[in-house]
Each structure stands twice: as structure tokens, then as C-alpha cells.
């Protein structure tokens, strides 16, 4: 059964950071692509962040520059660094690993 778990999610003042996990098992991690989305209170979810098997990346316009995402194919781990955070990237933050996705962390970013 395939199980991804998140953390690291919280309430964090604008410009602040938070580093989001990803914890996968019953897959073969290392062959799949991994992304996070997010979905902010009454809106659609939106791509935030991708990572082929070859760790190459891709971002969404609005985060690139502040966000990384890595992977770590040993640990069957992804993360997502998240610095100079604004009001705009409050939302719950989903992992998907496939086309599979996790329960999601929420992160509010708020003064």
C-alpha cells in the first residue's frame, strides 16, 4: 500500500522559511517523478514544484527563486525548502509522488 506523509508545515511570519517533507513507502520511489502542489482556501490546486528522476526541476513562475525542492532516492524523501515567504503561499501543501498523493501540510504564512 502506498503511503506518502508530509510535515514540516506550520504558521510562519511573512519572509520566514519552512522546509516541507515527504515521506514515501510502498512504491518504487526512485522512478518516479515527484511534485508538490498546494491549494489555497476557495481555489483550485495549483503546481507548485517538480523533480524527474534525473533531479531536474521546474517551478511555478510565483515561487521560483524563494522555493527548492530535493529529493533523496536512499531515504524514499522529498522536500521542499520554502524561503522569503508571503500571505500568498498560505495553503495546504500535497506531495505527490506518481499519481499519488498525500493528505497534505497546511502553512500559513501570517503577521
Known amino acids: 500500500q502506498v503511503q506518502l506523509v508530509e510535515s514540516g508545515g506550520g504558521l510562519v511570519q511573512p519572509g520566514g522559511s519552512l522546509s516541507l517533507s515527504c515521506a514515501a513507502s510502498g512504491l518504487q520511489f526512485r522512478w518516479h517523478v515527484v511534485r508538490w502542489f498546494r491549494q489555497a482556501p476557495g481555489t483550485e490546486r495549483e503546481f507548485v514544484a517538480f523533480i524527474n528522476r534525473a533531479a531536474a526541476e521546474d517551478y511555478a513562475d510565483s515561487v521560483k527563486g524563494r522555493f527548492t525542492i530535493s529529493r533523496n532516492n536512499a531515504n524514499n524523501t522529498v522536500s521542499l525548502q520554502m524561503n522569503n515567504l508571503i500571505p500568498e503561499d498560505t495553503g495546504i501543501y500535497f506531495c505527490?509522488?506518481?499519481?499519488?498523493w498525500g493528505q497534505g501540510t497546511p502553512v500559513t504564512v501570517s503577521s
Open positions: 505527490i509522488v506518481g499519481n499519488h
